[in-house]
Antibody, heavy 114, light 110 residues
Framework: EVQVLESGGGLVQPGGSLRLSCVAS????????MSWVRQAPGKGLEWVSG??????FYTDSVKGRFTISRDSSNNTLYLQMNSLRAEDTAVYYC?????????WGQGTLVTVSS | QSALTQPASVTGSLGQSITISCTGT?????????VAWYQQHPGKAPRLIIY???DRPSGVSNRFSGSKSGNTASLTISGLQAEDEAHYYC??????????FGTGTRVVVL
């Protein structure tokens, strides 16, 4: 069974940093594309970043501030978030896939506030 | 990259069929067959129900079907059931090599 589990969310001040982790199991993590999607409170889904065949992609609003990476030795996907802003406040989901996201975690809440 | 456009809400009665539209541009839906649809119940993670415009993942009811014409994709739910009441989001790959979601549609079942 495919499973992904996010962690690392929390309260951070504007301008601060946070690193999210996503541990995956039940599939060949090293070869499958992965994505991060976020959902601000009461709002819709927003694709944030993806990694496919070693190439990384970002939505414009996080380019230069967020970095996606993976460690295939321990089946973990990361999202390093720097220079955080209030508008980055959201539940962040890790998901398997890129053009279609077949398995999702339960999400981790990131709150950017002073 | 702007979000794809969906109606805010669609209402249908039990047993009826409804269709949700998803309008993009010639830089996303218009040129790629990488359109997906997700169902999200309150407080839950999204679930993939359609991928590659019209394919269904294993375990998804055949009451859900997808199609595309030009820059617009559509999701049809037939034989509407109470458990179909949820938010639905379309999603497309784009010429910028990123993915963009739709604005989301709330489905209300009477």
């Amino acid at each position: 069974e495919v499973q992904v589990l996010e962690s690392g969310g929390g309260l951070v001040q504007p301008g601060g940093s946070l690193r999210l982790s996503c541990v995956a199991s039940g599939f060949t993590f090293s070869s499958d594309a992965m994505s991060w999607v976020r959902q601000a409170p009461g709002k819709g889904l927003e694709w944030v970043s993806g990694i496919s065949s070693g190439t990384t992609f970002y939505t414009d609003s996080v380019k230069g501030r967020f970095t996606i990476s993976r460690d295939s030795s321990n089946n973990t996907l990361y999202l390093q978030m720097n220079s955080l802003r209030a508008e980055d406040t959201a539940v962040y989901y890790c998901a398997m896939g890129y053009t279609s996201l077949s398995s999702w975690g339960q999400g981790t809440l990131v709150t950017v506030s002073s | 990259q702007s979000a794809l456009t969906q109606p805010a809400s669609v209402t249908g009665s039990l047993g009826q069929s409804i269709t949700i539209s998803c309008t993009g541009t010639s830089s996303d839906i218009g040129i790629y067959n990488y359109v997906a649809w997700y169902q999200q119940h309150p407080g839950k993670a999204p679930r993939l129900i359609i991928y590659d415009v019209s394919d269904r993942p294993s375990g998804v009811s055949n009451r859900f079907s997808g199609s595309k014409s030009g820059n617009t994709a559509s999701l049809t739910i037939s034989g509407l059931q109470a458990e179909d009441e949820a938010h639905y989001y379309c999603c497309s790959y784009t010429s910028s090599r990123i993915v963009v979601f739709g604005t989301g549609t709330r489905v209300v079942v009477l």
